[in-house]
C-alpha cells in the first residue's frame, strides 16, 4: 500500500536533498524524497570538485545517490510539491499529481533558478561553454579566450579568479560604468583588456562558441564566457507556509533571493529547515550536500527531541493511572488470564514449612496463591483493587474446595490499611509502585503482621533491567531485598532473609536467562 505519512518529506532530490535523505533514511526515519527531476546542473556535463565523483556527469552522482538511499528504505516519487501547509500533526504537502503526503518534519532542498542576462544566445550555451563558477568549471576552461561579463557587483572579482586560469581574459562592461582608476589599473596590471560596447548576441559556429558581436556590429573572438547569474531561490513550497524570499548579500552585494536559516537549517518556522542553494546561493555540489548531511542530523535530533518529550508524558500518565482500580479493571478484561494460575515460587519456597494461620495475600490477582495457602490449611483474606480480578478468584476457590477458607476483600490496600497485628502471615508478591507509594503501603502491611508472624515482600529485582527479559522499564518502582529489611525497626523485627534469589526463565525471543527476585522475609518479634 502506498504510504502517504513520513517522519521527513524531502523537498528536491539534489545533491543536497539526497544528502539529508541519507542521514534520516540511516536513522532509520521513515522518508519521502519529492524530486521534480529538474536539477540545477542539468546543462552541465561533468562536475568538478566533488570528491570521488570528479569528472564525471552529474546524473551519475544523482542516480548513485538515489539508489544508496533507497537501499536504506527512503522512498521517492517524481512530482512536483506545490503547497504545503502546517498541522497538528505536521505539514502536509500537495503534490502537482494529486497526491498528499505528511511529515512531520519538512527539508526543502529545492535549490535556485540561474537568472541570465538577456543576451541573444547566451543561455543556450550555458552549462558548455557559457560559465559561471571557476571553481566548478575554470580549469577546463583554462588558456581560452574568455570574456567575462559584468552583470552583477562581483564581476571584478571573479575576473580575477578567471585569469588565474587563463592569460587571456577580456572584462566585457556590456555598457555597464567604466570600472575606477583602481580597478582598471588592477585590470591593466593583470592584462584584461575592457571591452566598453553592449553585447547584441553570442555567436557560434557549428556547436562552437566563437564569440559576441557588439551593437556596433564588431565582434570579440572568444573561446568562452563567463557571467554571474542573478540566482533566484525556488521558493514557491516555502512561501506556501509563509517563508519569503529575501536578497542575499555576499560582501555587501546583493546576489539574488534566498530562504534565510540557521547555520543548521532551520527556519523561522519550526519543523521546516533548508540546506543547499535554496539558503546558500553560493553553495557547490559538494557543499550543499554536506551542509544537507548536517541538517538531516539536526532533524532527527529534533524528531528524537521530540519523541522524548511525548515519552516523558506518556510515562508519567502511566506511572499516575496503572496502578487506579480502572486501569486494573481494563486490564484484567482484556484476557481471560493474565497470570499463569501457579503459585509465586517464593511464597512456595517461605510458606510450605509455616504453621498454617491467619494470611493477608495482598494484591491477590486470580487468586493462585490464595488457593495455595487454602489447601494448606490457611484462612486467608484476599484483597485486590479489581472486582474483575476477585471474581475469578471466587470461581477459582470454588473449583479447588477452599471457598470457605478464603475471604475476598475489595480493597485499596494503599488507602485502607489493614487491621493491626493480625495475621500470621502477609505475602505481597511483585507489588510494584512508586517508591513513596510504596513506602506506605509496605508500612501498613508490616503493621498487619501479628506478633510471631511472617511478612512477606517479593519484586522483580533491579538487576532484571539490564538483561532480554522483556520486562517494563519503570526502574524507580524496582527494590531489592535490603532496601526494604532497611525501612523495618530492627527492635520489632528479625531479618530471616533479604537477598536476590536467581531463576531460570524464557525472555520473548525464547532464549534462557537468569532473572532475580528480591525477597525480604522478616518476623515479627513477639
Not at 518529506?9 to 526515519?29: D, E, F, K, Q, T
Not at 471457598?403 to 505481597?428: G, M
Amino acid at each position: 500500500m502506498q504510504q502517504d505519512a513520513y517522519d521527513v518529506v524531502v523537498i528536491g532530490g539534489g545533491a543536497a536533498g539526497l544528502s539529508g535523505a541519507m542521514v534520516l533514511a540511516r536513522s532509520r526515519r521513515s522518508v519521502l524524497v519529492v524530486d521534480s527531476g529538474e536539477p540545477r546542473n542539468a546543462p552541465a556535463a561533468h562536475m568538478h570538485n566533488v570528491l570521488g565523483f570528479d569528472g564525471r556527469p552529474p546524473a551519475e552522482l544523482l542516480a548513485a545517490g538515489r539508489a544508496e538511499v533507497s537501499g536504506y528504505g527512503a522512498e521517492f516519487v517524481t512530482a512536483t510539491a506545490i503547497s504545503a501547509v502546517k498541522g497538528d500533526d505536521g505539514f502536509t504537502v500537495t503534490l502537482d499529481n494529486g497526491r498528499q503526503v505528511t511529515g512531520r518534519r519538512l527539508l526543502v532542498t529545492t535549490g535556485l533558478v540561474d537568472e541570465l542576462p538577456d543576451i541573444p544566445g547566451l543561455a543556450d550555451r550555458w552549462g558548455r561553454d557559457v560559465a559561471h563558477c571557476p571553481y566548478c568549471h575554470g580549469y577546463e576552461l583554462r588558456d581560452q579566450r574568455i570574456g567575462v561579463i559584468v552583470s552583477g557587483p562581483l564581476a571584478f572579482h571573479t575576473a580575477q579568479m578567471w585569469r588565474q586560469l587563463s592569460p587571456h581574459v577580456l572584462f566585457l562592461l556590456n555598457g555597464s560604468a567604466a570600472p575606477g582608476p583602481e580597478q582598471a589599473e588592477e585590470l591593466a596590471a593583470r592584462g584584461m583588456p575592457v571591452v566598453a560596447e553592449p553585447i547584441a548576441s553570442v555567436q557560434v559556429t557549428g556547436d562552437r562558441l566563437t564569440g559576441v558581436r557588439l551593437e556596433s556590429g564588431a565582434v570579440v573572438a572568444l573561446d568562452a564566457i563567463a557571467v554571474g547569474p542573478r540566482f533566484v531561490a525556488r521558493s514557491a513550497i516555502l512561501e506556501s507556509l509563509g517563508l519569503k524570499a529575501v536578497d542575499f548579500e555576499m560582501n555587501g552585494h546583493v546576489l539574488g533571493t534566498h530562504i534565510p536559516a540557521e547555520p543548521n537549517g532551520a527556519t523561522a518556522v519550526p519543523g521546516v529547515w533548508v540546506a543547499g542553494n535554496v539558503t546558500n546561493l553560493g553553495a557547490t555540489v559538494a557543499v550543499a550536500a554536506a551542509a544537507a548531511q548536517t541538517t538531516g542530523a539536526m532533524i532527527n535530533l529534533d524528531l528524537i527531541a521530540e519523541e522524548t518529550r511525548e515519552a516523558v508524558g506518556a510515562y508519567r500518565h502511566r506511572i499516575s493511572t496503572m496502578f487506579e482500580e480502572d486501569a486494573w479493571e481494563e486490564r484484567y478484561r482484556g484476557k481471560d488470564a493474565i497470570w499463569s494460575g501457579r503459585p509465586n515460587p517464593q511464597l512456595v519456597a517461605e510458606a510450605t514449612d509455616l504453621s498454617a494461620g491467619r494470611a493477608l495475600d495482598v494484591g491477590s490477582g486470580e487468586g493462585a496463591d490464595a488457593v495455595w495457602l487454602a489447601q494448606r490449611g490457611w484462612q486467608v483474606t484476599a484483597a485486590d483493587i479489581s472486582t474483575v480480578a476477585l471474581g475469578r478468584a471466587a470461581g477459582h476457590a470454588k473449583s479447588a474446595g477452599v471457598a470457605d477458607r478464603i475471604t475476598f476483600s475489595h480493597a485499596d490496600l494503599r488507602q485502607e490499611a489493614p487491621a493491626a497485628a493480625s495475621y500470621d502471615l502477609v505475602s505481597a508478591q511483585f507489588m510494584h509502585l512508586p517508591p513513596q507509594a510504596r513506602q506506605e503501603l509496605y508500612a501498613h502491611l508490616a503493621g498487619a503482621v501479628a506478633p510471631g508472624g511472617t511478612l512477606l515482600i517479593v519484586g522483580h529485582h533491579p538487576s532484571d533491567l539490564v538483561t532480554t527479559v522483556g520486562r517494563m522499564h519503570f526502574p524507580d518502582m524496582l527494590f531489592t531485598g535490603e532496601q526494604i529489611a532497611a525501612t523495618l525497626d530492627p527492635s520489632l523485627w528479625e531479618i530471616v532473609a533479604a537477598e536476590a534469589r536467581p531463576r531460570p526463565h524464557t525472555d520473548p525471543e525464547g532464549r534462557e536467562i537468569t532473572i532475580h527476585d528480591a525477597v525480604l522475609v522478616a518476623r515479627r518479634r513477639n
